[in-house]
């Protein structure tokens, strides 16, 4: 990772002024890289693929001809993604991530839930089968409106590094200058290039609080419940951003992130995700 802080360090140069560069000199990220590269989590990108396989995001679902389409307070979800497990990288490397059986998520068509309230869960709905059956392109059912069908969009699994988020306490006790900061944020963003930031595992990108193991724990129980410890239960199974290619807009060029208990993803239960929506 020098070659970052070696790209930082030039522009900064190139861009200063006379009296800048003869000003004694701040330290760059490169300073820290080692530390902040003990801190990398590795996470499933999930990139735009012109390869039809299963997995995908938007369009219609391929389900079985017993699957009974989800919905809430009446009316049904929209689908947002089917992924084969099967699909993650041989070269991810955390062997207790479940690498078999189809995951169907679904989220309420009118955006109405951010995942604040234990009473929102049910406008969220994750759906897995561990063995293979015959399926078929799913109908839409009525009461789903034509603009929540969203624009399919194949995809293809590749294993990535994810860094914390800046106001992640082991990065804020860096005390990390402005500049500093910035470099940081290129750092991240550099994990996912100009794709959207969609993915499997990992850290998060946050929009506004990092500290979404907690609010997923209170959410969870009710918010007079939880608590600190019960926020390192929870990890991240799946981010999904604001996407043109899919005509996905979360409220106001948001994300979804999807949390599950550590020991419900090793058993490969999904009925108890939590959803959050951030937006800016």
Known sequence: MWIFDRLFRKRD??????????APKEKGLGDHLQYLNSLREPAVRLDKSREHKFSRIGGLPDVPDDFVWPSWKGKPLSFLCQLDLSEIPRDFPDPGTPRSGFLYVFYDQEQSTCGGHPKEKGSWYLHYSDRWRSVARAQPPKGLRKEFIYKRKH????????????????????GLSDAQLGQYEELCFLVFGE?????????????????????????????????????????LLLQLDTDDDTEMMWHDDGRLYFWIKKKDLKEKRFEDTWMLLQSC
């Open 13 to 22: 140069e190139n861009n200063a002024s006379k009296e800048e560069r003869n």
């Open 155 to 174: 995809i293809r699994f590749c294993t990535v590094y994810t860094y914390p988020d800046a106001q992640d306490p082991r990065v804020a006790t860096l």
């Open 195 to 235: 794709r959207p930031m969609h993915h499997l595992f990992g850290y998060p990108s946050p929009i506004q609080s990092s500290n979404m193991g907690l609010e997923c724990e209170l959410a969870s129980h009710g918010l007079h419940c939880g608590g600190e410890i019960g926020r390192e239960q929870w990890t």
